[in-house]
């Protein structure tokens, strides 16, 4: 058998929040992707640029400031104590917290540019036919930005899938609950089971490759990578 | 009637428009690219939001800016067709019609479904993907999609400028039966002035954001002081009546106020009711009736009024034909050789006319 159970363990845990954190992504991103595209307001390119900010702060960084956020002292921390969800770091759910914010471009910029490229017209026309702001968004916006959304989801969920940085500040090891795949790969090199490893690694980079690839094969002449 | 008072500004570009048109038939807004005629149309369709403006349709006040009153588009009762078909192209050509016709409560549908999709011949077209069509085709299912609505107010954005003139010409007669057969009043931007002396029952002028002339068709067309008379093409409009048939000579007699028109044999049913177009450069006058000419249509005017152009060489009159405008345009020396003034009787000749049919 190639993978021990704390490999399935690590596996299965990884999926669980790589699908969490996508749909958590979709409806949260999609919104602000639609804000970024339409807003004319000042605020945009600031709050834009702080939605990018994890493409260039190096993981530990964020995860650093996340840590501290969502610690006994931190104002995130003494809100999720006030709601009786309690402390988020080294739990399953202060990870889904950070995997969100530190995917977030990855989701946000592909609905953007998707939302952008269809332009002020559709929804004008379905505005001129009847339709209320919220169905012209639903029923042309979103479906016309159907390949982003495609994009935004592969992207969003891959990423989240290969991050290790950020786990290892606010997450730790901890086996079955906050221990990742890239956690797992870690802790096989460090024991120097580089067999355990090879598979772990492999099976990601196999996995990255064939995304990439079905992005290509879904729209040749979009480049997104 | 629909009125309208719009004030909006943009770096280089202001319009402050005052309209004042009845909701019936179609009126033209005819002015050169940039007068703000598609602007004036999108503050019509809560598309902008002037900071100052009234707009009352059919009765019913859409904007107000003095009681803060601003109904959102899909509340208006409009339809909107674009300069580019705008299909969405998520969808079928039935569903694009569908878009608008589901969304209109049964009470308020005034077209019926297969009244629009005859009207328009789109039918062999309905199970198409969107970009299996041609311009033509794709602009005639963006009319019958916007009419499917049931909009009390038709906003037309000159939908045939993407068009080339073949597609044009299989166009036009759709919008002149959507005119006939539906009674929706239209709202027509166009800067082709064929376009609106074919379709337009009333005409406003815009130049530079501002409305410099509004009122019926061809009384408008025959004013002097608008620039209009200055086109190269500048003309009037006549309404006449099919009165005979001349089957010798292959021609057809129409009559106006002012006498009798011939064209070429044209199969119009006797007592039909036509639209003339006739160019003041195609028009000649002299001072007694000359019967040793091969210029078949003579009838006698009164000058009413005269008014330089572009080019000096040349003189626009305005004449009247028993209570119909006409316009001529002579040279100078014309006019002084022929000793020309206001009131003068006169003979005019008329070389080409235009049938709009």
């Known amino acids: 058998m190639a993978f021990t159970p704390d490999d399935w363990s690590a596996i299965r845990l990884t999926l669980i929040l790589a699908s969490l954190v996508t749909a958590l992504l979709l409806l949260v991103g999609t919104p602000i992707a639609w804000w970024l595209a339409r807003s004319k307001s000042r605020w945009r390119g600031p709050i834009g640029a702080v939605v990018s900010l994890p493409l260039v702060l190096p ?50 910029q592909p ?25 012209a968004f639903f029923s042309v916006a ?51 089971e580089y067999t355990q490893a090879h598979w772990l690694a492999g099976g990601l980079l196999a996995f990255s490759f064939v995304v990439l690839l079905s992005l290509f094969l879904f729209d040749p002449k979009r480049r997104v990578f | 009637m629909i009125r309208a008072k719009f004030e909006l500004s943009f770096p280089g570009f202001s319009l ?66 674009f300069q580019e078909a705008s299909l969405f192209p998520h969808m079928s050509v039935r ?38 069509l041609s311009g033509g085709e794709r602009q005639r299912i963006a009319i019958a999609r916007a009419v499917l609505a049931s909009p009390g107010l038709l906003l037309m954005d000159e939908p045939l400028a993407a068009l080339d003139n073949l597609r044009k010409r299989e166009i036009l007669p759709f919008l002149e039966r959507l005119h006939q057969e539906l009674a929706i009043p239209v709202l027509y931007v166009s800067h082709q002035i064929d376009e609106v002396t074919r379709l337009a029952d009333q005409l406003v002028l815009l130049d530079a954001g501002r409305i410099i002339a509004s009122g019926p068709l061809a009384e408008t067309l025959a004013r002097l002081d608008l620039p209009t008379a200055q086109d190269e093409d500048a003309g009037v409009v006549i309404e006449a009546r099919a009165a005979a048939h001349d089957t010798r000579y292959h021609l057809t007699r129409l009559d106006f ?56 060489a040349n003189v626009m009159v305005r004449l009247d034909a028993a209570g119909t405008p006409l316009l001529a345009r002579l040279t100078r020396r014309s006019q002084h050789q022929l000793d020309l003034a206001v009131g003068r009787r006169v003979w005019v000749q008329v070389k080409t006319v235009a049938l709009m049919e």
Not at chain 1, 112 to 130: H, K
Not at chain 1, 152 to 178: D, Q, R, W, Y
Not at chain 2, 60 to 68: A, C, G, L, M, N
Not at chain 2, 259 to 273: F, N, P, R
């Open chain 1, 59 to 108: 993981p530990t960084v964020l995860g650093f400031y996340l840590l501290v956020a969502m610690g006994p002292d931190g104002p995130v921390g003494h809100l999720s104590q006030m709601l009786g969800l309690g402390l988020l770091p080294f739990h399953f759910s202060g990870l889904v917290v950070a995997s969100v914010l530190y995917s977030m471009p990855f989701v946000v």
């Open chain 1, 111 to 135: 609905i953007r540019n998707a939302f952008e490229a269809i332009g002020e017209r559709p929804l004008e026309v379905a505005l001129c036919l009847r339709a209320r702001p919220v169905d």
């Open chain 1, 142 to 192: 979103l479906p016309l930005a159907r390949p982003g959304l495609l994009i935004a989801t592969i992207l969003g969920f891959s990423h989240t899938l290969g991050e290790f940085g950020v786990v290892l500040m606010i997450g730790g090891n901890i086996p079955g609950k906050t221990r990742v795949l890239s956690m797992q790969i870690y802790n096989h090199v460090e024991a120097l």
């Open chain 2, 16 to 81: 402050q428009a005052a309209l004042d048109i009845p909701a019936r038939g179609v009126t033209a807004l005819f002015g050169p690219s940039g007068s703000g005629k598609t602007m004036l149309l999108r503050c019509i369709a809560g598309l902008e939001h002037p900071v100052d403006g009234y707009l009352e349709v059919n009765g019913e006040t859409w904007q107000d800016e003095s009681k803060s009153i601003f109904l959102p588009t899909h509340q208006r009762s409009l339809g909107y067709v």
């Open chain 2, 95 to 132: 569903r694009n019609l569908e878009y608008g016709y589901a969304r209109t409560p049964a009470a308020e549908r005034k077209v019926a479904w297969n009244h629009a999709v005859d009207l328009l011949e789109i039918g062999p077209l309905l199970q198409r993907a969107t970009d299996r």
């Open chain 2, 257 to 312: 106020s002012g006498g009798g028109i011939y064209v070429a044999h044209s199969a119009l049913a006797l007592g039909q009711d036509v639209r003339l177009r006739i160019q003041a450069r195609d028009v000649s006058l002299a001072l007694a009736e000359h019967q040793d000419t091969s210029i078949l249509n003579r009838f006698p005017a009164t000058v009413m009024e005269f008014a330089g152009t572009n080019n000096p």
